[in-house]
């Protein structure tokens, strides 16, 4: 703009009123340049590129993957009286057998007889045994006079409730129809039937292979005795 402004001093006839229209001219031009430039400098300077666009990582939206719920390879307990008590097997079975009935409510008159024949501990340190647990009904079934006599007499107890107990983890598929099973007492158990039908000597298995962390349990419902 100075350039243009110097150039138009030099020029012949720049002075008086036609040299000052033509100068406001120039001046109006030079002004115009320059606004012009300084404009497009500025938008230049206040427009950056734009930056390459980033997309986010797609989310995964892939279902999750369902728990494996097949049944072990022992099986799953069976039988009418499950439903009842079924809430309990998930407590129990990393316990001993010993406490695992105690906290079955179905099974709380057995829990009382084995603590009065001080046999809890030595169930929950045994190996792999199966128990036949006669449930509340059964204890019932028995003459109060009787019940009141046999809990009271611990030896007898004892007889009576090791009856109830043999070694080694018994699956159904161990308990075949006429199988016979020694007893912790020294006597023998029978079995008969099969499946929802399975009799220990004359009592009927209502819930089977409930598992504890050393045993498995079979509720039943009468009390055996041993002749």
């Known amino acids: 703009m100075a350039a243009i402004l110097e150039w138009t001093e030099s020029q012949p006839g720049s002075t008086g009123l036609g040299g000052i229209t033509v100068k406001r001219m120039l001046l109006a031009a030079a002004l115009a340049l320059a606004a012009t430039v300084t404009g497009a400098a500025g938008a230049s300077a206040a427009s950056p590129a734009p930056s390459p666009e980033i997309s986010p990582p797609s989310p995964d939206i892939s279902p999750p993957v369902p728990p494996d719920l097949s049944p072990s ?5 069976f039988g009418a009286g499950c439903a009842a008590i079924e809430n309990t097997f998930a407590g129990i079975a990393g316990q001993p057998v010993g406490t ?22 030595r169930l929950n340190s045994a190996k ?11 204890f019932e079934a028995i003459p109060q006079e009787r019940r009141d006599a046999v809990m009271a007499d611990k030896e007898q107890l004892t007889r009576i409730l090791s009856y109830h107990v043999v070694e080694g983890k018994k ?3 161990d308990l075949e129809d006429g ?11 029978t079995v008969k039937g099969s499946g929802d039908d399975l009799t220990i000597n004359d ?25």
Do not use: H, W
Not at 179 to 189: F, I
């Open 73 to 77: 390879p022992e099986g799953s307990p």
């Open 128 to 138: 792999d045994i199966t128990v036949f647990a006669p449930n509340n009904e059964a």
């Open 179 to 189: 199988t016979t099973l020694k007893t912790l007492q020294g006597r023998e158990l």
């Open 171 to 173: 699956a159904p598929a």
């Open 203 to 227: 009592a009927k298995v209502v819930c089977g292979n409930i598992p504890t962390s050393n045993a498995t349990v079979y509720v039943i419902d009468k009390v055996l005795m041993p002749e």
């Open 100 to 121: 695992a009935i105690s906290e079955v409510p179905d099974l709380s008159t057995l829990a009382d007889a084995v603590e009065e024949a001080g046999l809890a501990d």
